[in-house]
């Protein structure tokens, strides 16, 4: 965006700055006489969005937010990259819930992730997604916090195909 405004600026001084000629016949034009011209608009394209990505923490990822990449399941990186949703990428987060931790961890996560999915979209899944988690595990042993943990709730093509939108609400 800045370089279509600084270029249609110096597109706008090179045409009022550009004039032909005034013949040495005829006498140069007076402001007085000459009605006022407005010069033309400049016409610009609307600017296409720059794709953005950022490298986050995991833990950091919120709803909405669209991933490259995930970390691997042994966790030697837990970083992400968060991409816009309007371009290819791997995953989408749709819903982030404070957890306890127990045994049935695993169940307890897909049955959060199966109401956020519906939360988020307005439909349950109908297939189209395969619903996965990743898990924030914040235990601090020596507070009492019934809700340890956070379960962060991403959605990827059922096919494992790149997604290249945002999941329809």
Do not use: W
Request: with cysteine.
């Amino acid at each position: 965006m800045r370089a279509v405004v600084i270029g249609s600026m110096s597109l706008l001084a090179v045409l009022t700055g550009c004039s032909s000629p005034t013949p040495a016949s005829e006498p140069p034009a007076t402001t007085a006489s000459s009605p006022a011209v407005a010069a033309p608009a400049p016409t610009t394209a609307p600017a296409t969005p720059i794709p953005t990505t950022k490298t986050v923490n995991f833990v950091e990822l919120q709803a909405g937010d669209c991933v490259a990449d995930l970390p691997p399941s042994d966790l030697s990186s837990v970083s992400v990259t968060v991409v816009d949703c309007a371009t290819p990428h791997l995953a989408q987060v749709f819903a982030r819930r404070d957890i306890e931790v127990n045994a049935a961890l695993n169940d307890v996560a897909n049955q959060v992730c199966a109401a956020g999915f519906s939360e988020y979209a307005g439909r349950p899944n109908d297939g189209s997604y395969a619903i996965t988690y990743l898990i924030d595990s914040n235990q601090d042993r020596t507070s009492n916090n019934p809700l340890p943990s956070t379960v962060i709730c991403l959605a990827q093509a059922a096919g494992g195909a790149t997604l290249h939108t945002p999941i329809a609400r």
